[in-house]
């Protein structure tokens, strides 16, 4: 059979501290291989005659070689589209409440005092119902979602017991996440999300330290919330019995240009108070598009990929152990499932999360319906769910990029704003290879020691 050298590769660049290997990720299957430079040299060639049998073999296995007529495109949006065609989790996303405390400058959503009332929550039921009989789901997966989802706790109460009665008339199992800004988020809120809504993962964001967070995510009237977070969340992560709860709790870090000093001192005091192996993970994100430019505020993406390597050498220097190589997303995100769908407190239906309570797609083709005028009402048509065919097509650099297995593309809703939404990993993956090697080989780790020895600035 006739082989080549698959286009889905990153590798390293020659480095003497690792004896000039090369550290290869092959991104069909986020695996990853050690190459000396003779190898490398041979598969650039695509000289397999010369090759042992054995490495041969493993890059094959790993897909770093394919077969030469392949269309290795269409291999990734097919295995993209199986994966969403077979998925048996049902997937969506309830805003019980448009309300917020907060008053943070980037966020783009109009907050107002309505909640869900019980007519629309009956017709979310009805609605989430009927897609059983369309397919035949394992899971029931409910997000609850912002603004910010606590304040629509009552809606929480009469929604889930009824979700929970759905789940298992249906065979399925049921859970939950919430994204929270963590003010509301009391130890007694906690154990009542864990013990009774079935809440197994809760996100929430801090901004930097209490200085750079109070600045951009203060209260509606401009006080401070930093304080209140964080001691609701020692409260949390302190008990004896948290793990034993089955609740992950992973932290936010919101970054563009006012703030990014902030990152090393908000992971200094992380550790300070012994919380590396109690929270599950700690991440950065840059600034996005809120239909409002806030993303021209973000650090440009090599600056910002620059950077977040240095976060990560701060993460390991503190004990913390944060996620170096992508994982394969053939699910982007919820706007490519033709079965998930977004409720806000109006009734409105949407396919996306960034879109509710913004004005600036108040009448755009985002608004599905109203589940208030009957589930008929709701259009059939979604706009980002052929986004994988479009990539197919040409339509996005995404078409030629060797990390579309594991980054799935990115926001297609960002694409269709002319934004690229390209992670960070596109810019600084070869990076984060050698941080991987060095982690897992003994004769590099003086080389990780000496790179942990001095403080980030």
Known sequence: MNFKRSHYLVTTDPEPAIANKRILLATRTSRTATLSERLYDTLQREAWHEMADDDFQKLRQIEAIVPGEENELQTIIDRNNRTIRDNKTLYQVIQPTAMCQLGCGYCG????????????????????????????????????????????????????????????????????????????????IFLELVQKHSIKKIEITLDGTAAFHDARRHTKEGLPTFNLIFQNLLKILNRPDFKELGCSISLRCNVDERNSESVVPLIQLLAEHNLQDKIEYFYVAPIHSWGNDAHLLSLEKQAFADKEIGWLIEQMRYGFRPGLMPSLAPIVCMSVQPDAEVFDAFGNVFDCTEVPYVDNYKDSEYVLGNINNGSSSIAKRRPLLGFYDEVAQGQYPCTKCPMLPVCGGGCPKSWREGVAPCPTNKFNIKDKLLLYYALSKKESRERLKAALAEPVA
């Open 109 to 188: 959503q109009k907050h107002t005092k309505d909640y869900l009332p019980t007519s629309a929550s009956d017709a979310i039921l009805e609605r989430i119902k009927s897609k059983f009989t369309a397919k035949d789901y394992k899971s029931l997966s409910v997000a609850w979602f912002g603004s910010e989802p606590l304040l629509g706790l009552v809606q929480i109460r009469e929604l889930t017991p009824k979700l929970k009665a759905m789940a298992k008339e249906q065979g399925c199992t049921y859970w939950a996440k919430t994204v929270t800004n963590g003010l509301s988020l009391k130890e007694p």
